[in-house]
């Protein structure tokens, strides 16, 4: 006869109803924080996935960020935060996230869809699609990639007001919310937490777009949307679809800069020249700026010159100057006069912006020089003159972007294999601590060896660090599937977490490469041994344990969730000769043989 294991209020196989996964997961996570403080970057992770499914999102980020902390090379971590931050609703810093990912792993499809899915939530559509294109070409058979693409072309798509959509979807479509977005007036409006909560509900529903007309900020965009001037108005209505009115050409118009008159007939001679000076400079300035915009790079940077001779106390012209080199892509030059435009600013008294902008400029242009370093010290510069939340991006980027090259530059395959010499001699002579050292240096040196972290591995095995020794074997693994020390050291190390089934997966794997490998064959010995006999000399504590690191196991769980599992489970107690039928399909037999090897479920 069959039961399970009290893992629920009730005991018997016939009354088994097991915990969806969310909470078991969080019932896991509660376990191991009272029963061991986290410390690998994988520990970490897993909190944070069992925060995201239960929707603590603060909570999920905290988690992820630790795992990047201990382990900024994975890529998978910077996935899960971008994917948590997006769900937050930052878009910008899941889009910094998403490129980390893929920075690290370009061959890892779902670090496209966070980054299209990012670029989606900022209205970026073209960006949007790119991204989602380009993970198509490496992945075209990805699913995720398919739907984001064909979600983030339907709402580019989409009518915008007064081409037949509704009301609703019309004026407020991602199309007219960017539009907005772009004109001043309309900003006030659109950082109300209150007026974009009622324009998503009319997004989702236009039909409810009546219960909102009584908002009066609603009406104040509704008024300046249809054409209702803040000063006077004509009292001229146009069409959305016919040429522009005369009423619209002269609001253009009125947008466009003026040239404000100013009354200089109080001011001294010398500050009537200065005046004039400034203005002769400002006209030169204006000058090279539409010249830049027709890309005759040459003729800006001399006009800008001139604006320098005129005026040299203004720092904005030495920082459009910079601008120009940099567009021509010469970086040196273009460091050159964001410099001398910050000493200028310093001396006469410029805008802490305007400094730190020039700063920044100086940071992008190293960047494209590979000088990190150096570009990492100027963004912390122009933090220091104006703090700017853009710059700050940049700078997390420039520093991840730093440490990943870093340890590139610090790989080094002879360097390695003399480290992981000197750990195999730390290894015998049972110096333990020291060969770990040893190791991770040669892991640092070698990242993708797989035998270096079988090592490494076996000796976290004597510190008794499992947690880190069944990580790097599961690195090992991953960079060499058909490695069969590693599928045996693996065996050992779940089998040392009571993980029976997981332990007898790995053995098996092992024989299946190498069927005469004495290590996997002695391990799939003992573990069916103690799978068949061991249980009746373990203690009921001893059992809750191993059932407790059972349910944690995904497979497990979609084991006990199978409707039809159940029902064999119960026959088991209630109808046994059903029970036996069940068990002669071989799919079936494995399900029940795989909870028999978790204890899950045991016999009796």
């Known amino acids: ?42 520990e970490f992770k897993a909190a944070g996935n069992a925060a995201l499914q239960a929707n603590k999102i603060s909570e999920a980020i905290a988690n992820y960020t630790k795992a990047i902390n201990l382990d900024g090379a994975n890529h998978v971590y910077f996935s899960n935060r971008s994917a948590a931050y997006l769900k937050k609703g930052d878009a ?20 496209y869809s966070r980054k299209g899915a990012a670029l989606h939530a900022l209205k970026r559509y073209n960006d949007s699609i790119a991204a989602y294109k380009e993970g198509l070409e490496k992945f075209p058979d990805d699913a995720g990639l398919k739907k984001g693409l064909d979600d983030v072309t339907r709402e580019k798509d989409q009518p915008p007001m007064g081409s037949g959509a509704g009301a609703g979807g019309g004026l407020f479509s991602p199309t007219m919310l960017a539009q907005m977005a772009m004109d001043p007036r309309f900003r006030t409006y659109l950082n109300d937490p209150d007026v974009m909560s009622k324009i998503k509900l009319v997004q989702q529903n236009p039909n409810l777009m009546p219960s909102i007309l009584n908002d009066p900020k609603i009406m104040e965009m509704l ?60 006209v030169k300035k204006e000058e090279g700026n539409e010249l830049y915009k027709a890309k005759k790079f040459e003729e800006a940077l001399a006009a800008y010159d001139e604006a320098i001779a005129i005026d040299p106390t203004n720092m904005t012209f030495l920082s459009n100057k910079a601008a120009v080199y940099f567009t021509q892509k010469k970086y040196d030059e273009c460091i050159e006069e964001c410099n001398k435009a910050v000493e200028v600013g310093k001396e006469n008294k410029a805008s802490f912006e305007d400094r730190a902008k020039a700063l920044t400029r100086a940071a992008k242009a190293y960047q494209k020089k590979g000088d990190l370093a150096q570009a990492i010290e100027m963004c912390q510069a122009s933090q220091l003159e104006s703090y700017s939340k853009d710059t700050q991006r940049l700078l997390k980027s420039l520093e991840l972007e730093k440490k990943k090259k870093d340890a590139l530059d610090y790989q080094d395959g002879a360097k390695a294999e003399e480290a992981k010499q000197r750990g195999n001699e730390f290894f015998r002579q049972k110096k333990f601590a020291e060969a770990v050292a040893e190791y991770e240096e040669a892991v640092k040196r070698s990242p993708k060896d797989a035998a270096i972290r079988n090592n490494l591995s076996a000796a976290l095995t004597k510190i008794m660090d499992f947690n880190g020794a069944k990580t790097q074997i599961e690195k090992a693994l991953e960079l060499d599937p058909k490695y069969v020390k590693a599928w045996a050291r693996k065996g050992d190390i779940e089998y040392a977490f009571k993980e029976y089934h997981k332990a007898m997966d790995s053995y098996k794997q092992g024989l299946e490469l190498e069927p005469d490998n004495p290590t996997c064959k002695e391990g799939l010995k003992k573990v069916t041994q103690q799978i068949s006999y061991g249980r009746a000399t373990m203690t009921e504590e001893q059992k809750k344990e191993q059932a407790a690191h059972a349910m944690a196991d995904p497979e497990i769980q979609a084991i006990l969730q199978d409707p039809v599992v159940q029902q064999v489970l119960r026959d088991f107690g209630e109808n046994p000769a059903a029970a036996q039928q069940a068990m002669m399909d071989p799919g079936m037999r494995a399900k029940i043989e795989r909870l028999i090897a978790s204890g899950i479920v045991e016999t009796r």
Request: hydrophobic content about 25%.
């Open 1 to 42: 006869s069959f039961s399970s294991l009290p893992t629920t209020t009730e005991s018997t196989a016939s009354t088994l109803k097991p915990s969806p996964p969310s909470s078991s997961l969080t019932s896991l996570q509660v376990y191991r924080l009272q029963h061991h403080q986290m410390t690998t970057a994988e």
């Open 223 to 282: 008024g300046l949307l249809m054409g209702e001037p803040a000063e006077e108005s004509e009292g001229a209505t146009s069409s959305s679809s016919g040429p522009p009115s005369a009423a619209a050409q002269k609001k253009e118009e009125e947008a466009k800069p003026m040239e404000v008159e100013e009354d200089w007939s109080n001011l001294s001679p010398e500050e009537r020249e200065k005046k004039e000076t400034e203005k002769k400079a400002r």
């Open 92 to 111: 910008n810093n899941a889009l910094e996230d998403a490129n980390a990912c893929i920075g690290l792993n370009p061959q890892f499809a779902k670090g």
